[in-house]
Nanobody, 110 residues
Framework: VQLQAFGGGLVQAGGSLRLSCAASTRTSSRYSMGWFRQAPGKEREFVAAATWRGTRYADSVKGRFTIARDNAKNTLYLQMNSLKSEDTAVYYC??????WGHGTLVTVSS
């Protein structure tokens, strides 16, 4: 399984971005898929996940970020609104914590 994340970029605080993660194989709902991020000098942290039970979010992004998946397109999304400078990080997508894509950099300027 290969995952490719894209959609990152530079945005001002308060702005929005949508990340996409394209999978090389079918993304059945039985597989959990998620987004993680790693800020400079920090460890990788959980952001959001979409599982067969539903979605869940880190407290730091709850109410601002929305994760969604389109299994027909083998794609996972992360809609990020009301971005803050502390959201600056490299964002990674993962399937079941076993497969990881290359990250995409999100930079939020204050």
């Amino acid at each position: 399984v290969q995952l490719q994340a894209f959609g990152g970029g530079l945005v001002q605080a308060g702005g929005s971005l949508r990340l996409s993660c394209a999978a090389s194989t079918r993304t059945s709902s039985r597989y959990s898929m998620g987004w993680f991020r790693q800020a400079p000098g920090k460890e990788r942290e959980f952001v959001a996940a979409a599982t067969w039970r539903g979605t869940r979010y880190a407290d730091s992004v709850k109410g601002r970020f929305t994760i969604a998946r389109d299994n027909a397109k083998n794609t996972l999304y992360l809609q990020m609104n009301s971005l803050k400078s502390e959201d600056t990080a490299v964002y990674y997508c993962s399937r079941g914590l076993s497969y990881w894509g290359h990250g995409t950099l999100v930079t939020v300027s204050s």
